[in-house]
């Protein structure tokens, strides 16, 4: 009888963390939504207004992946060559995928 009782006694402890952490891990995420999306509101805005018509999220995340292939496929790097043709065709891989997204109509 005692040993179940100070079982449940912390099994209630633990789901009382649970809660806690449960609470703090969705304050937490509502914080970082609310941070992240106000930025890229504005860049689909931007995008939207040099393509002259509706840029999705989606289709902005597609732009500047293939934006930072380019920098990472264009600036001069002192590494291998074999890094520096991956980088090339990582930049190719994602202009491919961006072209594939922006000729979806939104």
Same mark, same amino acid.
């Given at each position: 009888?005692?040993?179940?009782?100070?079982?449940?006694? +912390? @099994?209630? +402890?633990?789901?009382?963390?649970?809660?806690?952490?449960?609470?703090?891990? %969705?304050?937490? %995420?509502?914080?970082?939504?609310? @941070?992240? =999306? *106000?930025? *890229?509101?504005?860049?689909?805005?931007?995008?939207?207004?040099? &393509?002259?018509? %509706?840029?999705?999220?989606? =289709?902005? &995340?597609?732009?500047?992946?293939?934006?930072? @292939? &380019?920098?990472?496929?264009?600036?001069?790097?002192?590494?291998?060559?074999?890094?520096?043709?991956? !980088? !090339? @065709?990582?930049?190719?891989?994602?202009?491919?995928?961006?072209?594939?997204?922006?000729?979806?109509?939104?």
């Amino acid at each position: 009888m005692e040993n179940n009782l100070i079982l449940s006694v +912390k @099994a209630g +402890k633990a789901f009382e963390l649970a809660e806690r952490v449960n609470g703090v891990l %969705k304050a937490s %995420k509502t914080v970082l939504m609310r @941070a992240v =999306q *106000a930025p *890229a509101d504005s860049l689909c805005r931007y995008y939207s207004g040099i &393509f002259e018509r %509706k840029v999705s999220r989606w =289709q902005m &995340f597609h732009l500047l992946h293939a934006q930072v @292939a &380019f920098v990472f496929a264009a600036c001069p790097v002192d590494g291998p060559l074999l890094l520096r043709a991956a !980088c !090339c @065709a990582w930049f190719g891989w994602a202009v491919l995928r961006c072209r594939r997204a922006m000729s979806v109509i939104s």
